[in-house]
Nanobody, 126 residues
Framework: QVQLVESGGGLVQAGDSLSLSCTAS????????TGWFRQAPGKEREFVCA????????TYADSVKGRFTISTDNAKNTVYLQMNSLKSEDTAVYYC???????????????????WGQGTQVTVSS
């Protein structure tokens, strides 16, 4: 059983930066992919980005490419999401999730991720 705990959400102004953390336990991290998703009020959950613990390959949604960066800290079993140049449309509950991956595949669909954290609210005021 994989446990994921997010932290770092909050209220910021447009143009500000914010960093989210997702600390994982319960799996061999070298065989997993961790992704970030978000869900705004009244909207479906959408993919933000993902990273492979073994290859450090990353993939990003077009809406965040160039502004968000995902990274890992193996010693802390933690994935970070650095969000820069935040916009009001980035306001959402952000979730981290994990799926097993023996190769180079990084999932971008929420149904590909069986394990989820509880979410953390990010609010960007304009």
């Amino acid at each position: 059983q994989v446990q994921l705990v997010e932290s770092g959400g909050g209220l910021v102004q447009a143009g500000d930066s914010l960093s989210l953390s997702c600390t994982a336990s319960g799996h061999t991290f070298s065989t997993y992919v961790t992704g970030w998703f978000r869900q705004a009020p009244g909207k479906e959950r959408e993919f933000v980005c993902a990273i492979s613990w073994s290859t450090l390959m990353t993939t990003y949604a077009d809406s965040v490419k160039g502004r968000f960066t995902i990274s890992t800290d193996n010693a802390k079993n933690t994935v970070y999401l650095q969000m820069n140049s935040l916009k009001s449309e980035d306001t959402a509950v952000y979730y981290c999730a994990a799926h097993y991956s023996a190769g180079y595949y990084l999932g971008t669909k929420d149904y590909e991720y069986p394990d989820w954290g509880q979410g953390t609210q990010v609010t960007v005021s304009s």
